[in-house]
C-alpha cells in the first residue's frame, strides 16, 4: 500500500487548501483513514478522521468548523480541505491508513492505531 499526499503550499491566513490523498496498491475504499499534522519538535497529532464508508467523521477540537475530511472510494482519494488558515495550523500533514481489522464503521484518532503513513506534505501559513 502506498500512501501520497499532495496539495500542500504556503497560504496566507485565512486562506484555504485542500490536500489530497492517493492511495494505490490496494483500495481505501475499505480503510478507515485519517490526517494526522506534525510540527517541528512536537509530536504528531490527529486532525481529521474518517470511517471506511465516509458517513461517520472526527475532528480535532482545533480545527472544528474549518477542516473538512471525505473521501471518494471510487478514485482511492482521501481528501482535507483546509479553510480559515492560521499560522498555527502550520504542519507537515500526513495522511494513515488502517489496513488491519477494524470494528465496524469505527474511526480512530491514535497513531498507533494506523499502519501505513505518506510521506507528508508542508503546509505553511504566513503572510
Known amino acids: 500500500v502506498q500512501l501520497v499526499e499532495s496539495g500542500g503550499g504556503l497560504v496566507q491566513p485565512g486562506g484555504s487548501l485542500r490536500l489530497s490523498c492517493a492511495v494505490s496498491g490496494r483500495t481505501s475504499r475499505d480503510y478507515p483513514m485519517g490526517w494526522f499534522r506534525q510540527s517541528p519538535g512536537k509530536e504528531r497529532v490527529i486532525v481529521a478522521a474518517i470511517n471506511w464508508s465516509g458517513d461517520r467523521t472526527y475532528y480535532a477540537d482545533s480545527v472544528k468548523d474549518q477542516f473538512t475530511i471525505s473521501r471518494d472510494n471510487g478514485n482511492n482519494t482521501v481528501y482535507l480541505q483546509m479553510n480559515s488558515l492560521k499560522p498555527e495550523d502550520t504542519a507537515v500533514y500526513y495522511c494513515?491508513?488502517?489496513?488491519?481489522?477494524?470494528?465496524?464503521?469505527?474511526?480512530?484518532?491514535?497513531?498507533?492505531?494506523?499502519?501505513?503513513w505518506g510521506q507528508g506534505t508542508q503546509v505553511t501559513v504566513s503572510s
Open positions: 494513515a491508513a488502517r489496513i488491519k481489522e477494524y470494528s465496524g464503521s469505527s474511526y480512530y484518532t491514535m497513531v498507533p492505531s494506523y499502519d501505513y
